[in-house]
């Protein structure tokens, strides 16, 4: 008995030595910034988040549903202006820096464009966080369908993901999916603010049928990073190519097997506004026809 509690301290001793090895790896440049320091609140949020997810459902079950468009229009509108900001800070500092587009190695300097593109990646970050009211807002609408286990795996690993991106490579290649990103949350949640003003509003948002394809070209181009960083020995860290290349086909792969229950399994024409998680209008409307008529 004692053998083993032994070998469990020392086990314990290394997993704690090499932790704060890795620690101590960070990023210097955003140590003692809020929610960063210590990967503690960003679990806690996002156990809190699945918690929710889990038991929301239940609660309203017998109640009705909550009507919140007077919360939804400035909700959406307001994240909307946050991705604007955060795109265009970085599109502004990555230009004058001449930053690639294909490999970027990240250095810790403190010029103040390095600082204005670390600050934007903090406010991504902090944004996944903002990004748990959609959910929420689901839940209290009773939009049940609309909690997809792609949803919900957007919602969570997202925010998880960009804590260790704010940690340890604030700058550099991470500028790019973050610029790319925010920059189609824009068009999202601008799309979802207007149209929760009405039918009259909604006809004149003619890019919704192209938030999709934006989807699908902006995870084929973070998966194409990812391999041709490993394949070019881009100076960047080596896991994160790969947890990239990774986490791009699992997107893929779930978003495929959505259209394809959608689109082949109940004979549907998917609209192609579809929302990975983002804004409160209806993730994806489909028309149903049934012996050539439509069937409402």
Not at 39 to 55: A, C, H, K, R, S
Not at 96 to 122: F, G, M
Request: glycine share 6%; hydrophobic share 45%; charged share 15%.
């Amino acid at each position: 008995m004692a053998q083993f509690v032994n070998a469990t301290h020392v086990s314990f001793s290394e997993i704690l030595d090499y932790y704060e090895w890795v620690l101590s790896l960070s990023d210097s440049r955003t140590k003692g910034w809020p929610l960063v320091d210590s990967p503690g609140p960003t679990l806690v949020y996002t156990l809190i988040y699945l918690f929710i997810v889990w038991i929301g459902p239940k609660l309203m079950k017998n109640r009705k549903p909550f009507k919140l468009t007077w919360l939804l229009i400035p909700y959406n509108l307001a994240m909307a202006a946050l991705n604007f900001y955060i795109a265009a800070q970085l599109l502004t500092a990555s230009t004058r820096l001449k930053y690639s587009y294909i490999c970027e190695p990240c250095r810790q300097k403190y010029h103040p464009d390095e600082l204005q593109i670390t600050n934007a990646v903090w406010w991504y970050y902090f944004s996944k966080l903002l990004e748990f009211c959609d959910t929420f807002f689901f839940i209290l609408r009773k939009k049940d369908r609309q909690l997809t286990f792609l949803h919900v795996y957007h919602h969570s690993t997202m925010f998880s993901l960009w804590w260790i991106g704010i940690k340890w490579v604030p700058s550099g290649s991470t500028f790019l999916p973050a610029m790319v990103n925010s920059a189609i949350h824009v068009l999202m949640y601008l799309y979802y603010g207007l149209s929760a003003l009405g039918p009259h509003i909604g006809r004149y948002l003619w890019w919704k049928k192209y938030l999709t394809i934006l989807q699908m070209i902006q995870f084929t181009c973070a998966l194409i990073l990812g391999i041709n960083g490993i394949r070019t020995g881009c100076e960047f860290p080596l896991w994160m190519h790969y947890t990239l290349i990774i986490y791009m086909l699992s997107f893929i792969a779930l978003f495929g097997n959505f259209y394809v229950k959608a689109y082949i399994e109940k004979g549907s024409q998917m609209f192609f506004g579809m929302d990975m998680g983002c804004g409160q209008g209806n993730t994806y409307v489909y028309k149903n026809y049934h012996n050539g008529k439509k069937i409402d």
